[in-house]
């Protein structure tokens, strides 16, 4: 199957800092791709969906200067998490959507702690 | 607004043993439902998708059916071994527009199989 690749799978930072995760399509283009957070225990929450060479699509409650999404090519997003503070802490997941399919594929995931 | 809702929360069960996880939704208007594993720490692997006008997909020891009707799923697990121990996650797929990504997870179901 299709494999998305998530970078860095895990990340601690000090409270204030920015953070970057990556997200790949290794072997198929991905003009849509998904950010999805995923506190303990409790389901997987989508925050913004993201469109190659566009504007990024945020959810409600999503604050967009906070998590800002670049999808400069069919391959690769990023997510970063801007002056980052404890509560920003969580799993974050990324899924990623090939051209003619219904069905997403996930990366890894990456785990934020901010201290 | 649609739920999901998985039952039980947990499971244990002795290895060889045929098991059944249940997924509710509580709106039928769907697109698909798609059934994931999560291993901890780790990112979502698609084990079957169900397109809303299908009743079942079947992948090795694992069948999936879905009652639209009725706003269930079930994910039948058989003969099961200690290396299917993970969380299962439910999702549904709103039907139509808006966001592909935007599925709708429950909580998960956590497997232990022990040997």
């Known amino acids: 199957g299709a494999v998305v690749s998530q970078h860095p799978s895990w990340v601690i930072c000090k409270s204030g800092t920015s953070v970057k995760i990556e997200c790949r399509s290794l072997?198929?283009?991905?003009?849509?791709m998904f950010w999805y957070r995923q506190f303990p225990k409790q389901s997987l929450m989508l925050m913004a969906t993201?469109?190659?060479?566009?504007?990024?699509?945020?959810e409600q409650g999503v604050e967009k200067d906070k998590f800002l999404i670049n999808h400069a090519s069919l391959t690769l997003s990023t997510l970063t998490v801007t002056s980052a503070h404890p509560e920003d802490s969580s799993f974050y997941i990324c899924?990623?959507?090939?051209?003619?399919?219904?069905?997403?594929?996930f990366g890894e995931g990456s785990r934020l702690t901010v201290l | 607004k649609q739920e999901v809702t998985q039952i039980p929360a947990a499971l244990s069960v002795p290895e060889g043993e045929n098991l059944v996880l249940n997924c509710s939704f509580t709106?039928?208007?769907?697109?698909?439902l798609q059934w994931f594993r999560q291993d901890p720490g780790k990112g979502l692997t698609s084990l079957l998708l169900?397109?809303?006008?299908?009743r079942e997909q079947t992948s090795g020891r694992l069948n999936a059916s879905l009652d639209k009707s009725s706003g269930r799923s079930t994910l039948y697990i058989a003969a099961s071994q200690p290396g299917d121990s993970a969380t299962y996650l439910c999702?549904?797929?709103?039907?139509?527009?808006?966001?592909?990504?935007?599925?709708?997870f429950g909580k998960g179901t956590k497997l232990s199989v022990k040997p």
């Open positions: 072997d198929f283009q991905a003009t849509t």
């Open positions: 993201s469109n190659e060479g566009s504007k990024a699509t945020y």
């Open positions: 899924s990623a959507k090939g051209l003619n399919t219904g069905e997403l594929f």
């Open positions: 169900i397109q809303s006008s299908q």
């Open positions: 999702a549904v797929r709103p039907p139509g527009g808006g966001s592909q990504g935007n599925l709708i």
């Open positions: 709106d039928s208007a769907i697109y698909n």
